[in-house]
């Protein structure tokens, strides 16, 4: 099946620093990433979807100045949190919808642990 | 939000048939089911997904009754590495294109 990575898979960092997540389909090309939060024993939360070449669209309740998502290429999107604080610690996990794929799915990547102290 | 419901957890005899139920009453015509299983701290695996028709894969079958309104999920012979979170989601089609949207998934255990 397709692959979508993750870096970093974990980061810890202090609080008020920004950090940066890279999201890549590695053997296709993604017209559209998403990217999820979840939180221990729940569910994926729908943040953001990018479409590339084009401003992401932020589901209600996610503040579009914190977390910056760039989606620069067709196998690339970045989700910066600036300013982070405890309470966005999470588990934060990226999809990449396929062009040309035999499945018309979303794929997954790995998922990056960040811990803010 | 999520347009689904599932059981919060099920129990499934390790060598035997797990049946995972899904309810989506209110699916339009055009939005398709799909399934996602997790497994803990790991990104969601593609299991399958359909319209109408029931469909088959190498992992699992979907079994979708006539008026669309819930969905099956058959692993055929359940082996301890099924133990998910197992995610019955419904694409909804949106001003910016596809998205899905999770419920709050069926924690499967297959019991040895």
């Known amino acids: 099946g397709a692959v979508v990575s993750q870096h970093p898979s974990r980061v810890i960092c202090k609080s008020g620093t920004s950090v940066k997540i890279e999201c890549r389909s590695l053997?296709?090309?993604?017209?559209?990433m998403f990217w999820y939060r979840q939180f221990p024993k729940q569910s994926l939360m729908l943040m953001a979807t990018?479409?590339?070449?084009?401003?992401?669209?932020?589901e209600q309740g996610v503040e579009k100045d914190k977390f910056l998502i760039n989606h620069a290429s067709l196998t690339l999107s970045t989700l910066t949190v600036t300013s982070a604080h405890p309470e966005d610690s999470s588990f934060y996990i990226c999809?990449?919808?396929?062009?040309?794929?035999?499945?018309?799915?979303?794929?997954f990547g790995p998922g990056t642990r960040l811990t803010v102290l | 939000d999520a347009k689904t419901t599932q059981p919060p957890s099920m129990d499934c005899a390790e060598g035997r048939a797990a049946n995972l139920p899904c309810n989506h009453s209110t699916i339009s015509g055009n939005e398709y089911v799909y399934w996602y299983r997790q497994i803990h701290s790991q990104g969601p695996q593609y299991i399958i997904h359909?319209?109408?028709n029931n469909e088959t894969n190498e992992m699992a079958s979907l079994i979708i009754t006539e008026d669309r309104k819930s969905s099956t999920l058959i692993l055929p012979h359940a082996t301890l590495r099924d133990t998910a979170v197992y995610y019955c989601i419904v694409r909804v089609v949106g001003s910016t294109g596809n998205q899905f949207y999770f419920g709050t998934g069926t924690s499967l255990t297959v019991i040895p």
């Open positions: 053997d296709f090309q993604a017209t559209t």
């Open positions: 990018s479409n590339e070449g084009s401003k992401a669209t932020y």
């Open positions: 999809s990449a919808w396929g062009q040309g794929r035999a499945t018309d799915t979303q794929y």
């Open positions: 359909g319209l109408k």
